[in-house]
């Protein structure tokens, strides 16, 4: 089917047409609502108007995106593009190439500056502890900016005024989403024909000598370890958020996206489960990474009663709700005789990266997960998956659970070291 809307001619999407996966039990109020809400993106042409992720923003402590945009080099397939500047901000854009996102990260020039995103993670014991320190959300690339953000209007979405855009110095050539109350993350979009390249109008553009010297020393090591064409793009984005907030999150990511829900899966052991979208548009995540959404199956006054353990509750009570990982794709295979996921890890360990347990999984079960510290400049953690053969999925159940309990593990640890300090 087909729809003019304001004279442009749209796709009718079908955003209902893909089975659910998983054990995971949602409310009636969420069946109901899922599937009206999906209807109605497709039906006034939203779905086919909000395309892949264009940008993702991370936001480091002043003094530490020298040292991450290293780390993100070492780590990851990701290049420094340029640096631009700005009176309040640097922001470094990291590319690939223009088929996945690009990465901006960036670090506010005065300790003492005080914004929305930094009051997001003052009120929290571990986030307040580095108040900068955030991912922000991702910028989808679409086809008319002024409908989207009409009928985003129309649906009480609300948006920062350019006024606000200017303050916060975020790009004007965006209508950007204000936070969140489910996730604390926004969206943005952008009005980008697909043929032309990503420009940021973000500051004046320099290549800065350390930025590119802590690039190149990063890249160099990369490729020593050989490991260079080993790491792919970005697999997917894992957020954590309150337990009562699990299925309004979802909703509410659906509403603002042209994602569509993959499936929910229950971790019992973890007192948790995972909650997956994925873009209608792109088969391949490398294009437009999943969205995963990890909650608590009961709140934390339960644990008591409950008598499991509760991380991902424990995380949001000590962080806020924010991103917790990024996960990136190692390509299938094997170097020196092991699984890559084993050689990657190996290599950036003995280089002095720190992660939270030994790679999980197996290559019967047809996957290989594994997290890394979380970064001391962002506070995200890596995950590095690998999956065998024709394996289609996020995860295993028995992965996810020891994923869950050693990150929990870190934070508890985290959460002591904050309040000595205080």
Not at 24 to 32: A, D, G, L, V
Not at 52 to 79: F, K
Not at 218 to 225: F, S, T, V
């Amino acid at each position: 089917m087909h729809l003019v809307f304001n004279g442009i001619f749209l796709v009718i999407m079908n955003s209902l047409i893909y089975p659910i996966q998983g054990d995971k039990y949602n409310s009636s109020w969420f069946n109901e609502y899922l599937i009206k809400l999906l209807e109605d993106r497709d039906r006034i042409g939203l779905t086919d108007m909000i395309r892949q992720v264009d940008a993702l923003i991370i936001n480091v402590e002043p003094g530490c995106s020298v040292s991450y945009v290293g780390e993100l080099a070492l780590m990851t397939p990701y290049n420094y593009l340029v640096t631009l500047e700005s009176e309040t901000y640097s922001t470094h854009v990291l590319r690939i190439d223009m088929s996945v996102p690009d990465i901006l990260v960036r670090e506010v020039r005065n300790p003492d500056y005080h914004g929305i995103f930094r009051s997001l993670n003052e009120v929290y014991p571990i986030g307040a502890f580095k108040p900068n320190a955030r991912y922000m959300g991702e910028i989808f690339r679409v086809t008319n900016l002024r409908d989207v953000v009409e009928i985003q209007k129309s649906r009480e979405i609300r948006f920062f005024s350019p006024e606000q855009m200017q303050d916060l110095e975020l790009p004007v050539n965006m209508a950007i989403v204000k936070p969140s109350p489910y996730t604390h993350n926004i969206v943005g979009y952008w009005e980008r024909p697909e043929q032309n390249i990503r420009v940021y109008d973000l500051g004046v553009s320099v290549i800065r000598d350390d930025v590119n010297q802590a690039y190149i020393n990063a890249k160099n090591i990369q490729k020593n370890l050989g490991i260079e064409n080993l790491i792919l793009p970005i697999d997917h984005l894992a957020t954590r958020v309150y337990s009562q907030n699990r299925e309004v999150a979802i909703l509410e990511y659906l509403t603002l996206s042209s994602y569509y829900y993959w499936g929910s899966y229950d971790i019992h052991d973890q007192n948790s489960s995972t909650n997956v979208t994925k873009s209608i548009h792109f088969k391949d995540e490398r294009n437009s990474p999943a969205k995963v959404f990890t909650a608590a199956n009961n709140p934390y006054f339960l644990n008591h009663i409950v008598g499991l353990p509760s991380p991902t509750e424990s995380f949001v009570r000590n962080y806020g709700p924010r991103l917790h990982h990024v996960a990136l794709i190692v390509a299938d295979g094997e170097t020196n005789g092991i699984a890559n996921i084993d050689y990657v890890v190996d290599v950036i360990r003995a280089n002095g990266k720190d992660f939270l347990l030994d790679v999980i999984g197996s290559k019967d079960e047809g996957l290989k997960q594994i997290f890394s510290s979380a970064s001391e400049h962002s506070s995200l953690i890596v995950e590095y998956v690998q999956r065998f053969g024709d394996f289609d999925g996020f995860f295993t159940k028995k992965n996810v659970a020891g994923l869950t309990a050693a990150a929990g593990v870190e934070e508890n640890l985290k959460l002591m070291q904050a309040q000595a300090s205080r």
